[in-house]
């Protein structure tokens, strides 16, 4: 069956340091793999997109990587700071005639300490 | 823009009741997605309309729940009867495949059925 996996364990570290979550997959295709980061009481924002065929993808301190063989994005935020505490999850996106269907993980709860 | 906006934020019911849950989408987008999140099973995806047709409802846990779209601009989400494990946040979020998919959520209906 299907599966996306993020640690369901809280990453502590402390500011400055960089955070790298991790989200596997099994049994899926997906044509694009986003990352949402979740505070709670809210819903989910939109982070980053990256596309089947690319390999990694920037935007200021975050840098998403994606490995189709190893079936695994890699989530980095640098220089954290304790604003960037909150839950961060994957969604993949597969094709489904001419839409795509997204499926979210269950996230993982970064806490950066100052 | 106002963003997705949800109504009500907070509904608390009796089993057996019927719940109706509200959602405007964002102007402009033609995409619409229902989800349930809940500590145990993360973010499901509901049901899934594009341009108000309902694409993907596989999600739809059973009978008990309808989804409709009747105009671009609004989207019911109804439990008819509901019960305890109903109880979850429920988000409506919509996206433009223009905008590379990226899911604009609401800040999510908060259900309580006791």
């Known amino acids: 069956s299907q599966k996306i996996e993020q640690n369901s364990e809280a990453l502590n570290i402390q500011e400055g340091k960089t955070a790298t979550l991790t989200c596997n997959y099994t049994?899926?295709?997906?044509?694009?793999l986003q990352w949402y980061r979740q505070d709670p009481g809210r819903g989910p924002v939109f982070l980053l997109l990256i596309r089947e065929n690319e390999k990694e993808k920037r935007k200021e301190r975050l840098k998403v990587t994606f490995d189709t063989t190893l079936k695994q994005s890699l989530f980095h935020i640098t220089a954290s700071q304790p604003a960037d505490s909150a839950t961060y999850l994957c969604?993949?996106?597969?094709?489904?005639?001419?839409?795509?269907?997204?499926?979210f993980g269950r996230g993982t709860s970064l806490i950066v300490h100052p | 823009d106002a963003g997705v906006i949800q109504s009500p934020r907070h509904e608390v019911t009796e089993m057996g009741q019927e719940v109706t849950l509200r959602c405007k989408p964002i102007s402009g987008h033609n995409s619409l997605f229902w989800y349930r999140q809940t500590m145990m099973r993360g973010l499901e995806l509901l049901i899934y309309?594009?341009?108000?047709?309902?694409?993907?409802d596989s999600g739809m846990p059973e009978d008990r729940f309808s989804a409709k779209m009747p105009n671009a601009s609004f989207s019911t989400l109804k439990i008819q009867p509901s019960e305890p494990r109903d109880s979850a946040v429920y988000f409506c979020a919509s996206s433009s495949g223009l905008a590379g998919f990226t899911q604009y959520f609401g800040p999510g209906t908060r259900l309580t059925v006791l």
């Open positions: 049994n899926y295709s997906p044509a694009y």
């Open positions: 969604a993949l996106l597969r094709q489904s005639g001419g839409s795509y269907i997204p499926t």
């Open positions: 309309f594009n341009n108000n047709v309902p694409i993907d």
